[in-house]
């Protein structure tokens, strides 16, 4: 699980400066929030769209 959590510390961009080091699971957290809200955001636009043109 640790080897899975570094791979996606890194793939969000984890900051590899000794003095950030600290700071590594906050900024991935507040990255991880940016990514999620931006596939919630948009899902539901594409959902607003499918009803809107009748797909469901």
Do not use: E
């Not at 590899?16 to 931006?38: A, E, G, I, N």
Request: aromatic share 16%; with cysteine; glycine share 8%.
């Amino acid at each position: 699980m640790n080897g899975l959590f570094k791979v996606f510390m890194y793939a969000l961009g984890s900051f590899s400066d000794k003095k950030t080091k600290p700071y590594d699971k906050q900024v991935l957290m507040v990255r991880s929030f940016w990514v999620l809200l931006h596939i919630i955001t948009c899902l539901m636009i594409i959902i607003g769209n499918g009803r809107v043109m009748g797909w469901w």
